[in-house]
């Protein structure tokens, strides 16, 4: 039985002449239902038509490279204490009307942090010369930008679907053990200097949770998240956010290296983050390589959504930081799921199929046929006697058939993993091997 139907399908593919039915095209976004898969757009790509096109096949998440930071967003001239002028430039216009136009939901990056905000902003008379200001005049100064950002995103884009914001980016020193330093030199923060604690934290929080438009989630956003010192500074600011009812959920940059961290570490942060019980977001996921082999990438990659898969309930989003190799700010390394021609790697096929299946076939009919897998083959019975059927690849090219014996025998093919859909009579189940 076996053999003949092996040679049914060498004698098939040999001399094809069949039309290919249509198979709708799902992308990440469509096997991945627990949890909203994104990636992010900038001035550049929002305006780039195949960017904009795959945005639309893979993802329903999309976040602002760098047009919603705080340099980016804040206005000097015209600005007090008490009014801190803002602004969305061409990119961030494009960008949230792209999103409000297909109805991808938005994720918002950042309110406070100490890299990428102006000078001014920390400094008397708002000049760039200034004397650092005190806490009290940096409290009426945040609530104000925090305030007036929300409302022009809310007002310019009523229909945006702004899901959720990072309020708080990189606090930590940057291997945890406490807040970064003071300071405004690179890798300093002035935050850190006018407050001398954390107070600057849980005002932001406060504040957001004052202004930010209903159903936005706020986040607590940072890297080397694996790290145990800075998961324990991650855990423990979370936890005395939660009690005071201020933050919604902790965001994993997740910007990661071949050699480091390996999966069981940066599982046991999941695990440590998901027990707050608070949402859990994958902000800004990266993998670079240095030796150029995207297979053992792509399985880097299987194997830390593996450990995220584990905790999918507490889970809210995964996001891609770079659609394109080229594109990526870790660019050297050859980072994301896409080539710099806009290629699927082998990254993007290793999250796919996690995604779409355990390894048990998802049947779209409840009839028969049936089929299950064995090891790397595939089973199917069910087919009446004499019927023809057909396994066609995910983007519909004919890749085997035949005609059943009886509706009691199997058929048994072997076929590269993938995603497949098999037809006989009425019927269609997808297969994922």
Partial sequence: MKSKYKFIMAATITGLNLVCPQVDAQGLKDVYKDFKFGNILNSTTVNNSNMKALVLTEFNSITPENELKPDATMVQSGSTNENIKVQLNAGAKAILQFCQDNNIALRGHCLVWHSQTPSWFFRENLTTTGAIVDSATMNRRMESYIKNI???????????????????????????????????????????????????????????????????????????????????????????????????????????????????????????????????????????TSTGDFVAQGLKYRDIMTKILAYKNNVSAFVVWGIQDNQSWRSYGKPVLFDSN??????????????????????????????????????????????????????????????AESAKST??????????FFRAENHSLKIVN
């Avoid at 049936?370 to 995910?394: C, D, E, M």
Wanted: hydrophobic share 35%; with cysteine.
């Fill in 150 to 288: 929300f409302s022009l995103i809310t007002s310019s884009y009523p229909n945006l679907n702004l899901y959720a914001y990072d309020v708080v980016n990189e606090a930590f020193a940057n291997d945890g053990g406490g807040l970064r330093p003071a300071g405004t030199a690179s890798g300093q923060s002035p935050w850190t200097l006018i407050y001398g604690n954390d107070d600057f934290i849980v005002n932001a929080f406060t504040y957001a949770r004052r202004y930010a438009p209903l159903g936005c989630k706020l986040f607590y956003n940072d890297y080397n998240e694996y790290i145990s010192a800075k998961t324990n500074d991650m855990y423990n600011l979370a936890m005395k956010l939660k009690a005071a009812n201020l933050i919604d959920g902790i965001g994993m940059q997740s910007h990661l290296d071949m050699g480091y961290p390996d999966a069981n570490l940066y599982g046991q942060a999941v695990a440590k983050f998901a027990s707050t019980g608070l949402e859990i977001q994958v902000t800004e996921i990266d993998i670079t």
């Fill in 411 to 420: 058929i048994t093919l072997n076929i590269p993993s993938g995603i497949y």
């Fill in 342 to 403: 806009g290629n699927k790697k082998p990254a993007y096929n290793e999250l796919y199929n996690l995604g779409s299946s355990t390894g048990t076939p998802e049947i779209q009919s409840t009839n028969s046929p049936r089929a299950w897998i064995t090891g790397n083959q595939l089973n199917i019975t069910g087919v009446s006697q004499g019927k023809p059927w057909f396994v066609y690849s995910a983007t519909g090219i004919l890749v085997s058939r035949g005609i």
